[in-house]
């Protein structure tokens, strides 16, 4: 297949491009800045002279960059936990959709992965979240872009469109050219201290998650999948960090009533200055009030297996320590037993 992806110089862009190539199709590369793609794919084996131009609210560039591919991924998006990029980020992200996944489903593009979040369906009062979790109105920034652009594609999808859905939580691994929230988040734990309260965290490798959206590609499916990967309480978060590296962070229990307040307090100071630290209210209540995601569906139908969890984390560390972003005493003791497929450590 020659496949066109969005967003090919973000995290789950340019591991899906580095899948798509290791089985065996060609890709147009959906990019903003040809110099940030040229440093990214340089020490790669990616062939990078197809490539398409152009922010995803540019009608003209997508739709050329349509012309001639055989399957879509669109992972292009606008992603942000700040309330107060609501307005833009709403805008983005279905003006987006609807020129990506709309465009695509009128030229007839049979193959098409849309990647979507566990924000879209998120129900705190839930107790468990699957591929048959009723959509509700959302309260947060981000989760109301999601549940916009959900609507959107179901909408297709009524209407005879095969379009595959996917549902990441939070997606962690090595080689991750913005730093994405949830790596960031990762490496204040060793630049400040690790934050234990309630629930925990689902991580899904990266990785795992390009190659999952390889296989629905290749296999023409429609619907719906969560890939949500590990559920690790975070007081385990905290000690399996410790096994990984071989040290010990700071752990500081905090109630969630405390950390809603400061996310809170952290949405208004932004409105003026934006700090430097991954907390707002939305990944507040996400953190404190996590529901299990059941990815079952796509295991079961795709007939995979996820790495451990140490091993995910040990590769994130010790990419995070490469790239500079934590200091590298955190990463001196980890032998990585799988290193990245990518050569290029994306800073």
Request: contains cysteine; neutral net charge; aromatic residues 6%.
């Amino acid at each position: 297949m020659h496949v066109f992806v969005t967003g090919a110089t973000g995290f789950i862009g340019f591991h899906t491009v580095m899948a798509l190539h290791k089985a065996g199709h060609s890709v147009r590369l959906g990019i903003r800045n040809p110099e940030k793609m040229r440093q990214l794919y340089a020490d790669t084996d990616i062939d990078i002279s197809d490539y398409a131009v152009g922010e995803i609210t540019d009608a003209a560039a997508i739709d050329k960059a349509l012309e001639g591919v055989d399957a879509v991924v669109h992972t292009a998006a606008m992603v942000s936990m700040d309330a107060n990029q609501e307005k833009l980020m709403r805008a983005t992200n279905l003006i987006g959709t609807k020129l990506v996944v709309g465009g695509a489903v009128k030229k007839g593009i049979e193959s098409i992965v849309y990647i979507s979040s566990v924000a879209a369906i998120f129900d705190p009062s839930a107790t468990v979240l699957n591929e048959d979790t009723p959509l509700i109105e959302p309260k947060t920034a981000y989760a109301k872009s999601k549940n916009e652009c959900e609507l959107y594609i179901r909408e297709l999808m009524s209407m005879g469109a095969k379009i595959a859905i996917t549902y990441p939580a939070a997606v962690m691994g090595p080689d991750d050219p913005g730093l994405s929230e949830p790596n960031e988040g990762t490496a204040f734990f060793f630049k400040l201290c690790f934050v234990i309260s309630s629930t925990g965290q689902q991580i899904i490798d990266v990785r795992e998650l390009a190659e999952v959206q390889v296989k629905l590609l290749e296999q023409k499916k429609s619907g719906g999948y969560l890939v949500t990967g590990h559920f690790i309480p975070w007081r385990e978060l905290g000690f399996l960090l410790d096994k990984v590296t071989g040290k010990k962070l700071l752990k500081i229990p905090v109630p969630a009533p405390v950390l809603k307040v400061i996310g809170h307090i952290v949405d208004a100071i932004a409105k003026i200055k934006r700090l430097p630290i991954p907390i707002t209210a939305e990944a507040i209540t996400y953190a404190t009030q996590w529901v299990y995601a059941d990815d079952s569906k796509v295991r079961k139908e795709l007939n995979i297996e996820y790495r451990p969890l140490e091993d995910t984390m040990a590769d994130t560390v010790l990419w995070l320590a490469k790239a500079g972003h934590i200091n590298s005493k955190w990463a001196e003791n980890i032998n990585p037993k799988q290193p990245s497929e990518n050569t290029k450590a994306a800073a």
